[in-house]
Every structure is written in structure tokens, then in C-alpha cells.
């Protein structure tokens, strides 16, 4: 390996990989259409709500507590929407309002279907901007409304707006399924919603909200419409629209929901609209705690950072709800950060940082764990003695061994599950077990 040469100190690429905060972002060239600016907006008591997250008025209430804990003044969190339709939703949403009112950092909204009816429904409830749902694709237009097509759908739209306009409300059209949505519709109507709002003033400026209803969207310029997420964004750009004026929804059903918000981002949309924790309809929206790690690392929240261990009182709520997380769910699962391999416990002990993407204690509060299994060997004993006693055993410590030889007999024996501290503290007897 000649072509390898020694060098006198490691490379670890400390702009990229900060020990003191996340990931960054090292541009080679900074995205000319990156926003000077952005964030996020949560849809949990209306998304997440009708993906199954069952919320009495008490829970509704904390959960918006915990985002405005999470946001702080960092504006991570800049909204959170709401339905309507229910008292205890109309509950929740009345404290939240009152909260806001009283200095709280994330400002209370509300979705409702694109109709008059629904208009005279949000028109007394005190909120500045409601989202309004406006079907794009013909998959919609041409079944949910009879006839059906995109002419009464557009039109129809087109006469809520005008009745939310006329009530003082800031609109936000919510283009559900855009990415399986005709140009021919899209864009024409974004173009009719700007006409008729622009008599009422820049205060009621309407917004949209590109949805990824199906998660169909591609993270990739160069791929035909509707797919393109920077594609499409880039085209409503085109028509006039500000990044501020722009929203991207996503869902997970194909495995794409951050690289495609992080996409729209570098296109030139400010705002992300997804979950904390990423509950939702069925694959479950974005998931915000991802989505804003990125966007730190591209350089947004540089004056403060939302306090990401304020989640782990999230991920505690769920669990009592009995919506507990998946283990493994990245960053705020039990497992997240837990290794049950041998080769990733004996790095661990050698040089932490090397199976770490990050200061994980530091930054969420959660530590770095170790499960034993019969692939855990003896660096995973050695790990877990230090982190719950700080005592640092040699490998050739004959107590060490003998509990080793302890592990391996009970797998050996059949055994399935892993083997915690719970059980392996008492076993050794020179130490307090914690």
C-alpha cells in the first residue's frame, strides 16, 4: 500500500463533524436558491390526529407545551395547526391560543376543507391564518367532487379563499398529492389564489403547502414533473412566489420524507411542515427533530438552537399513551443508541467518537448503551462496567472473565433475549452495582 502515506496526526474532519454540536454541512458551492431563513411548522393535533393518535384536551394541551419547550426563542417551531371540528379540539385549540397570547413561541393555526361552511366555522375562533385544503391531483379532483374535474375544483377553492380573505384570515392552500399533480393545474391556480388576494394587502398574503401526500416526491432536480421536489418548487418560485410563502408536507411511505424536505429546503422553501417524532397517517409525516438536525448543519439557528432534550418528554408521553416509539426510531427510540455488537462496544471503550455521529448525551440527553448478547464479547462487559460504575477493568480481569464465561453459558443454554446491567451488576461483587 505504498500509495497510503502515514500522517503524524488522525483526520476527523472537525468542520463537518463538530464534537461540540451536529453534523454541518461543508459546501463546496452554497445552493444559490438556499433561503436566508427557515423552519418548521407542526401538525400533530391535526395530522398526527388522523394517523391515530388518540388526544384528550389534557394531552393536546402538553404536547403544544413541549414544542414551545422545544422551540424556546429559537423560531424551530413557528406554528402548529389545529382541527376544528370537535370541542376538545376547539378545547385545545383555545388554550394554545391563550398561551400564545401570553408569550408562548409557537402561534396556533387551523385546517379546514375548502368550503364556506368550514370558512364561518374558523371565522370567530381568533386565529390569523388558516390552512385549507385544496386536492391537486386528478386522482382527487376528478373523484371527490361531482362531476368532478379540475375547472369545479378550482373554482371551488378559488370561493373559499375569497370568503377567508373577506373574514380577515391569512389563507394557506394545501396542495394535497401536488407530487402526482398536473402543471396544468398547479400552477394556473397558484397563479388565480395570488389574483384574488393581492386588493387585501400583504398582511393576508396567502401561503402554500406543497404536499407529498403519498411520499411519491423525488429529492432530485433533472426528474419530470410532478416527481421533482426541487423541480416543482423551483417552478412556484418561477410564478412570483417568496420562499416564506412556500411550505413543504411530506410523508414516509417510500422511505424519502427528510431527504425530500432537505431538498425543497436547498430549492428555496422555507418552511417544513411535519411532526415532532414523526407520528402521522400511516407511514407518519416528517419527522421535524431530523429535519431541523439538517438544517443546523446548513448553517439556520445559529444564534439558538431548539433544545432537542426537551423531546425525550415527548417520546415519555407517547409511551404512556400507549403510542410508544419504535425502538429503533432514529435519535429518541430505547435503542437508537445502544449497541449489541462486540467490534462496537470495543470502539466505544477505545475512542467513544468512533460509533457516535455526535455528542449524543450532550445535545439529547439520552446515553450511550450497550445490550449483551453473545456477539457482545468482553469489550461489552468492560463498557458497561465503567458507564455504571466508572471502573475500567482489563480484559484479563479474572472477575471479568468469569462473568464472561457466565454470558456465554447462558446463550449457549438457548438463551434469546439480552442481557442488561439489571443482571450483570449484581454478579459482580467487588463494585456497587447502580
Known amino acids: 500500500m505504498s500509495k497510503v502515506e502515514d500522517v503524524p496526526q488522525p483526520e476527523y474532519f472537525p468542520q463537518a463533524f463538530p464534537r461540540e454540536g451536529f453534523p454541518r454541512f461543508v459546501w463546496e458551492e452554497r445552493p444559490a436558491t438556499l433561503p436566508s431563513s427557515a423552519w418548521t411548522t ?26 414551545c419547550a422545544f422551540t424556546g426563542g429559537s423560531g424551530a417551531v413557528r406554528q402548529a395547526e389545529f382541527f376544528v371540528y370537535r370541542p376538545s379540539d376547539r378545547a385545545m385549540l383555545e388554550a394554545a391560543l391563550e398561551r400564545h397570547r401570553s408569550g408562548a413561541p409557537v402561534e396556533p393555526t387551523t385546517w379546514i376543507r375548502a368550503t364556506r361552511k368550514d370558512v364561518e366555522l374558523v371565522r370567530s375562533l381568533g386565529v390569523r391564518e388558516t390552512g385549507m385544503l385544496a386536492s391537486a391531483s386528478d386522482y382527487h379532483t376528478f373523484h371527490k367532487f361531482t362531476p368532478g374535474g379540475r375547472a369545479q375544483a378550482a373554482r371551488t377553492y378559488l370561493e373559499a379563499v375569497r370568503t377567508v380573505l373577506d373574514a380577515g384570515i391569512r389563507p394557506r392552500l394545501h396542495l394535497e398529492d401536488a407530487t402526482r399533480a398536473p402543471r396544468e393545474f398547479v400552477l394556473p391556480f397558484v397563479e388565480a389564489v395570488l389574483e384574488a388576494a393581492a386588493p387585501y394587502g400583504e398582511a393576508l398574503r396567502p401561503k402554500f403547502r406543497v404536499c407529498d401526500t403519498m411520499g411519491l416526491g423525488l429529492p432530485y432536480e433533472g426528474v419530470a414533473w410532478p416527481r421533482s421536489v426541487p423541480g416543482m418548487v423551483r417552478e412556484l418560485r418561477a410564478l ?92 429518541y427510540g430505547k435503542d437508537a443508541h445502544r449497541t449489541r455488537a462486540g467490534i462496537h462496544a470495543d470502539g466505544l471503550n477505545k475512542f467513544g467518537w468512533m460509533y457516535a455521529p455526535f455528542d449524543v448525551p450532550g445535545l439529547l440527553g439520552r446515553p450511550l ?18 458507564q455504571h460504575t466508572g471502573l475500567e477493568l482489563p480484559k484479563d480481569d479474572p472477575e471479568l472473565r468469569a462473568l464472561h464465561a457466565w454470558v456465554q453459558a447462558e446463550f449457549e443454554a438457548g438463551r434469546q433475549t439480552a442481557i442488561e446491567w439489571e443482571e450483570i451488576g449484581p454478579r459482580l461483587g467487588r463494585v456497587d452495582s447502580r
Open 42 to 67: 407542526e401538525t400533530t393535533h391535526r395530522d398526527g390526529q388522523q394517523g391515530g393518535l388518540p388526544l384528550s384536551v389534557e394531552q393536546g394541551v402538553r404536547i403544544y407545551e413541549l414544542m
Open 240 to 331: 412570483g412566489l417568496r420562499a416564506e410563502d412556500l411550505e413543504f408536507h411530506p410523508h414516509n411511505d417510500t422511505h424519502l420524507v427528510v431527504a425530500n424536505c432537505l431538498a425543497a429546503v436547498q430549492a428555496g422553501c422555507a418552511a417544513v411542515n411535519g411532526t415532532l417524532l414523526g407520528k402521522g397517517e400511516r407511514t407518519g409525516n416528517a419527522p421535524l427533530e431530523g429535519v431541523l438536525l439538517h438544517l443546523i448543519g446548513m448553517g439556520y439557528f445559529a444564534d439558538e438552537q431548539p433544545g432537542f432534550k426537551a423531546l425525550n418528554a415527548l417520546a415519555e408521553l407517547y409511551e404512556q399513551m400507549g403510542q410508544p416509539l419504535p425502538a429503533k426510531y432514529p435519535l
Open 369 to 386: 448503551e450497550v445490550s449483551i448478547t453473545k456477539e457482545s464479547g468482553l469489550a461489552g462487559l468492560v463498557f458497561l462496567v465503567k
